[in-house]
């Protein structure tokens, strides 16, 4: 395994692990390129897997690790 694979396979095991409050004050806290603002309703009304899927999607963002489209 490749220094970066292990890397992401540590992001991704540290979001796995992360309760539904902890995920929460990641997005309120991660420093990305753009704001990530989400209202109180949003994060009520949204699943834990998909919470868990944009701080995923986050952690890749603010380390480049995401792909550009056209």
Avoid: K, N, W
């Amino acid at each position: 395994m490749s220094e970066l694979q292990t890397i992401r396979q540590g992001r991704v095991m540290r979001v796995r692990e992360m309760s539904r409050g902890e995920l929460i004050g990641f997005l309120r806290s991660v420093e990305c390129t753009f704001p990530l603002d989400f209202t109180e309703e949003f994060l009520c009304d949204t699943s834990t897997p998909q919470i868990r899927h944009i701080a995923l999607a986050a952690c890749f963002h603010m380390s480049g690790e995401y792909v550009q489209t056209a």
